[in-house]
């Protein structure tokens, strides 16, 4: 059993089954609670089913901080409380997963044994669902090098890139739940009006705008940080007006989506790249 605990300011605490931080339970991790909406007529037997969300988490790590002496118990009880200090939000990493989380309480209670005081710490995390560690990558539209050195052309030539033939690219969100992710669009010479669509559900995302050679457009679909930006001469920009009033931020569903990418003028000078996080309903 190992929890990883990073604050705000990136100060981190590993807790394991070994001194000096002795984690001997954590609890909320498996089990999440949602809350369900419901209607009902007059007379009417039981309800209707409206819709359901997911509660927040609640994490709660006890254990004890073991020590050789009082005074090196009392600097490590410092040490601990300033880094879980309310003030600071900070990511737990749990069993190759990790979870955005506030502390609610921290407690550690000093019993007549003054060198292994004991912790309770209570961790609330807003979003309830773990992700991984990682983003995950995939490039839909992008010219692979062939080109390499010591180089030799032969007499019928050279390819010196590849591209990927197909507009279409399935990519599988692995996780237990729909997630928000990141489409960058990235211009190799005049592009006009990119586009990426959600093929399964017919949801698109349009930028209104000729891009040249180097321009870059980031849009982000996780729920509440929805955004677009430009990156354009070394200069970052809100570009959220250039947007297609018929987009959609859409979300990657559970499973394998079908995104298909396209521009109104020179598609073959464009890059299309989508980076997201899976996310789980337990570890």
């Known amino acids: 059993m190992e929890v990883t605990y990073i604050n705000s300011s990136g100060e981190s605490i590993t807790l394991n089954q070994s001194r000096p931080f002795f984690i001997t339970k954590i609890d909320g991790t498996g089990n999440i609670r949602q809350t369900v909406n419901t209607f009902k007529a007059p007379e009417q037997d039981g309800a209707f089913y409206v819709s359901s969300t997911m509660d927040m988490r609640n994490i709660i790590l006890e254990g004890t901080i073991i020590a050789n002496t009082p005074d090196e118990a009392y600097e490590l009880r410092k040490s601990f409380l300033r880094?879980?200090?309310?003030?600071?939000?900070?990511?737990?990493?749990?069993?190759?997963?990790?979870?955005?989380?506030?502390?609610?309480?921290?407690?550690l209670s000093v019993s007549s044994r003054e060198r292994i005081p004991k912790?309770?710490?209570?961790?609330?995390?807003p979003n309830p669902f773990f992700e991984t560690l990682d983003d995950v990558w995939h490039d839909l539209a992008?010219?692979?090098?062939?080109?390499?050195?010591?180089?030799?052309?032969?007499?019928?030539?050279?390819?010196?890139?590849?591209?990927?033939?197909?507009?279409?690219?399935?990519?599988?969100?692995?996780?237990?739940v729909p997630c928000g992710c990141e489409v960058i669009?990235?211009?190799?010479?005049?592009?006009?009006?990119?586009?990426?669509?959600l093929m399964d559900t017919g949801e698109y995302i349009r930028i209104l705008t000729t891009m040249n050679n180097g321009d870059e457009y980031?849009?982000?679909?996780?729920?509440?940080?929805?955004r677009v930006i430009?990156?354009?001469?070394?200069?970052?920009?809100?570009?959220?007006?250039?947007?297609?009033?018929?987009?959609?931020?859409?979300?990657?569903?559970?499973?394998?989506?079908?995104?298909?990418?396209d521009a109104s003028a020179n598609l073959e000078l464009l890059d299309v790249i989508i980076n997201f996080r899976p996310q789980f309903l337990g570890v």
């Not at 980031?218 to 729920?223: C, E, K, L, R, S």
């Not at 959220?240 to 995104?259: A, H, I, K, R, V």
């Open 142 to 176: 992008s010219w692979e090098p062939l080109l390499e050195f010591e180089l030799e052309i032969p007499e019928d030539g050279i390819e010196f890139g590849i591209r990927q033939p197909s507009q279409i690219i399935a990519v599988d969100n692995f996780g237990d």
């Open 185 to 197: 669009f990235r211009a190799l010479g005049p592009v006009t009006n990119p586009e990426l669509l």
């Open 218 to 226: 980031h849009i982000y679909t996780h729920f509440a940080e929805k």
């Open 83 to 107: 880094l879980f200090s309310p003030k600071k939000s900070g990511v737990i990493r749990y069993r190759e997963r990790q979870i955005s989380c506030v502390v609610e309480e921290a407690v």
């Open 230 to 261: 430009s990156f354009i001469n070394g200069t970052e920009s809100n570009a959220f007006y250039l947007l297609d009033t018929s987009s959609n931020f859409f979300q990657l569903e559970p499973g394998m989506n079908n995104l298909r990418y």
């Open 119 to 125: 912790f309770f710490i209570s961790l609330l995390c």
